[in-house]
């Protein structure tokens, strides 16, 4: 595995908490991309350095850690801008890696399918034009010949041109692609359609599995699933489609965003949300907020929801004693607690499972039965057959 070191900044816009559960997660991440990640750096500034991101003093401390420690890599928990990441690279003398590249290194090793290999291409050019610094120039050897090289032209302007090129020939696939798909998802209209989204990790693919009997791939890893599944599930007489999509996170590059226009249209088109949470999770009211911003940024907020809090078998709590007078924390919480917070009062369609275990997946399927039942017979109410 890799040896990398992870660095985050607390800011006057984050708190210390906020930026350690970032750094958790950053850690998990650079686990899924093959990272060893054998320390983590932080440190307070009033606001982020235009140059090193960080202080001078921090810089120096990380260098001569990264040089005794044989470090392969540096990942920043925050997007670099081109200067920072050029000026880093010869103060750490290591490669180094933000956290929008991490993303788009993890999309790259677990696409599969021919669309997102295109989709994760494109992001990845649309993320490196900015930064070329001689990383393309093989790529001038691949185009040759009159008219290819003006008078005076230098090679980074070169390759600069065959990336723009390379983009422009991507979105035409992708568009190409976008058609097909769209024509796909009109011979689906006889049913209704059901999407099931969420923070990365949060177990989809795993209901996915358990609703229609398929084998997609389920790991705990962070974006094992990147191609949208769509299978037929048959919920006691009534027929939907389940697509399966990709995971959300938060700082979800908007390259990534534009590129799964595709798989993300896929949601756009449901006429119901299964909105899978992981409760075990200590943030997971951060991860519902996370999943809430990206639907409004592909517009899709008004959806028809259910909030599946998934793991309640990995849910724990630490119960306080009768005369501890300190504050009740997050951790003292209860499950029963979680049941009458406003997640009941606010989302009548909620309900707490553990899809591993089997726990409370029958209540799960009769609500979801009666959900998909009211939209049929107000989609489709000529489909009088099906009840």
Same mark, same amino acid.
């Not at 795993?206 to 299978?231: C, G």
């Given at each position: ?9 607390? #800011?006057?816009? #984050? ?13 998990? %991440? ?23 991101? %960080? ?21 920043? @928990? ?21 956290r929008t590249n991490l993303i788009l290194t993890i999309f790259a090793l677990r696409a599969k399918t021919a669309i997102a290999k295109i989709q994760v291409e494109l992001a990845q050019h649309q993320y490196f034009l900015p930064r070329l #610094?001689?990383? /393309? ?45 769209? *024509? ?43 191609? *949208? ?7 006691? =007489? ?26 993300? @249209? ?16 200590? =943030? ?57 917070? /406003? ?5 009548? =369609? ?10 409370n997946t029958i209540t799960f399927k009769e609500t979801l039965y009666t959900l998909i039942e009211n939209i049929q017979k107000e989609k489709y109410p000529y489909n009088n057959f099906l009840y």
């Amino acid at each position: 595995m890799e040896k990398v070191v992870l660095i985050g900044a607390i #800011t006057a816009k #984050t708190t210390e908490s906020e930026v350690n559960e970032y750094l958790r997660e950053l850690e998990f %991440l650079a686990f899924t991309a093959g990272g060893d990640v054998k320390k983590i750096f932080k440190q307070k500034i009033n606001h982020i350095n235009s140059k090193t991101f %960080l202080g001078k003093g921090k810089i120096h401390q990380i260098r001569d850690f990264i040089a005794d420690n044989a470090i392969e890599t540096a990942i920043f @928990d925050d997007e670099l801008t081109p200067s920072q990441q050029k000026n880093l690279e010869e103060h750490l003398c290591c490669k180094i890696v933000d956290r929008t590249n991490l993303i788009l290194t993890i999309f790259a090793l677990r696409a599969k399918t021919a669309i997102a290999k295109i989709q994760v291409e494109l992001a990845q050019h649309q993320y490196f034009l900015p930064r070329l #610094t001689n990383l /393309w120039t093989h790529l001038s050897k691949q185009k040759g010949g009159i008219g290819m090289r003006g008078p005076g032209e230098k090679e980074i302007e070169t390759d600069r041109r065959i990336i723009r090129q390379q983009i422009s020939l991507l979105k035409k696939k992708l568009e190409k692609i976008d058609k097909q798909m769209t *024509t796909q998802r009109k011979g689906r209209n006889q049913l209704v359609r059901v999407s099931l989204i969420g923070y990365t990790n949060a177990g989809k693919s795993t209901i996915m599995n358990s609703l229609s009997k398929s084998n997609v791939l389920a790991e705990d890893k962070l974006f094992a699933t990147l191609d *949208t599944t769509v299978r037929k599930v048959v919920i006691k =007489n009534l027929p939907f489609l389940l697509s399966d999509t990709v995971g959300f996170i938060r700082k979800l590059p908007t390259q990534l965003i534009k590129a799964f226009k595709s798989t993300l @249209d896929e949601v756009h088109e449901s006429d119901l949300l299964i909105h899978v949470i992981d409760i075990s999770n200590p =943030n997971f009211e951060k991860h519902i907020e996370a999943v809430q911003k990206t639907l409004q940024e592909i517009n899709c907020v008004n959806k028809k929801q259910i909030m599946v809090f998934n793991k309640i078998d990995q849910y724990t709590y630490i119960e306080k004693d009768e005369d501890d007078l300190s504050p009740i924390q997050k951790e003292n919480l209860s499950l029963d607690y979680w049941k009458k917070s /406003w997640m009941s009062k606010e989302n009548t =369609n909620t309900i707490f499972i553990s899809c591993l275990k089997q726990t409370n997946t029958i209540t799960f399927k009769e609500t979801l039965y009666t959900l998909i039942e009211n939209i049929q017979k107000e989609k489709y109410p000529y489909n009088n057959f099906l009840y």
